[in-house]
């Protein structure tokens, strides 16, 4: 099995910043593509920001330029760094990770069990 572990959420004025970690442990070949995904109540979950393993990165629109993803491949690790954060960046922000268990096989999404913040106007 594989645990994605998050930290680095709480409560933040607007216009701070926050800097989310998500480490991956157990089972693990390798690691393709890893996110970051956030709910807000009442809304459905959706894409922050992801990293392939190359490096390569997407962001939501409403995030660009504010936000920042990178990722250390050898400790399997993910960063959201959150500057100019603004009242409806508030959620429950969420890992994801596509691991895979040996190179016979596909990789397979794994979440974090999320993280809170909330920006305060």
């Known amino acids: 099995q594989v645990q994605l572990v998050e930290s680095g959420g709480g409560l933040v004025q607007a216009g701070g910043s926050l800097k989310l970690s998500c480490t991956a442990s157990g089972r693990i070949f390798s690691i393709n593509a890893m996110g970051w995904y956030r709910q807000a109540p009442g809304k459905q979950r959706g894409l922050v920001a992801s990293i392939s393993s190359g490096g390569t990165s997407n962001y939501a629109d409403s995030v660009k330029g504010r936000f920042t993803i990178s990722r250390d491949n050898a400790k399997n690790t993910v960063y959201l760094q959150m500057n100019s954060l603004k009242p409806e960046d508030t959620a429950v922000y969420y890992c994801?990770?596509?691991?895979?268990?040996?190179?016979?096989?596909?990789?397979?999404?794994?979440w974090g069990q999320g993280t809170q913040v909330t920006v305060s106007s």
């Open positions: 994801n990770a596509e691991v895979r268990y040996s190179r016979y096989e596909s990789s397979k999404p794994y």
